[in-house]
């Protein structure tokens, strides 16, 4: 089945800072979505991009699909972003990265 | 904002009990899914559906059972709780049709099973 790897696994930041969250994947894919989950639990998509770029505020995201890579930009980092992002990608099924925990620091 | 919910939000239940999970969405939503996922760690598809009648197994052999009778239901069936089945247990929906399958989820259900 199709391999999913989110880089880097964890990551604590200033709040400001900006990162970059990776999320490769193995075999070519019909779609692939961000996700954050909060520290309490909630799932919240933040984007649907089986390619190209897209912008949500603070938030952009990119994939490159010949290259099997997707990209999560955040900038001006707000404690509010602390918690874990996941990659998922769908074949035949949807499969989830392990997730980048991200800690901002206040 | 999703309209996807879960019930019981809490479950402690001894090992051997029957129990079921509660999902519901009024998005009109055909796909679902449940998951569970361990704190902090990635989630495993245990089993998803394309619409009505429709159910199929994900990765994760949970020993569970799912049903689709309506569209806005999806309840998932432990039939003999075990101590390895403690988890989170994550409901979602989304559209069916290329482009339209963002994935919206419930607030989840903590199961400990003593």
């Known amino acids: 089945g199709i391999q999913v790897e989110q880089s880097p696994p964890d990551l604590i930041l200033q709040e400001g800072a900006n990162s970059t969250l990776r999320c490769n994947f193995s075999?070519?894919?019909?779609?692939l979505q961000w996700f954050h989950q909060n520290p309490w639990g909630q799932l919240i998509n933040l984007f649907y991009?089986?390619?190209g770029t897209k912008q949500n505020g603070r938030l952009s995201a990119t994939t490159v699909a010949t290259e099997r890579y997707s990209l999560l930009y955040i900038s001006s980092s707000q404690t509010t972003d602390s918690g874990v992002y996941f990659c998922a990608v769908e074949d035949d099924k949807i499969i989830f990265g392990k997730g980048t925990r991200l800690h901002i620091l206040p | 904002e999703a309209d996807i919910y879960q019930t019981p939000r809490y479950l402690v239940i001894g090992t051997g009990k029957k129990i079921t999970l509660e999902c519901s969405q009024t998005m009109g939503h055909d796909k679902m899914y449940w998951y569970q996922q361990d704190p902090g760690m990635e989630l495993h598809l245990i089993h998803y559906?394309?619409?009505?009648?429709?159910?199929e197994k994900g990765d994760l052999s949970s020993e569970s059972t799912v049903s689709r009778i309506r569209t806005e239901h999806f309840p998932l069936t432990l039939e003999s709780a075990r101590p390895s089945h403690t988890s989170q247990y994550l409901c979602?929906?989304?559209?069916?049709?290329?482009?339209?399958?963002?994935?919206?989820f419930g607030p989840g259900t903590r199961l400990l099973v003593l």
């Open positions: 075999d070519s894919v019909n779609n």
């Open positions: 991009i089986p390619s």
């Open positions: 559906s394309y619409g009505v009648n429709s159910t």
């Open positions: 979602a929906s989304s559209e069916l049709g290329q482009g339209k399958e963002t994935q919206y």
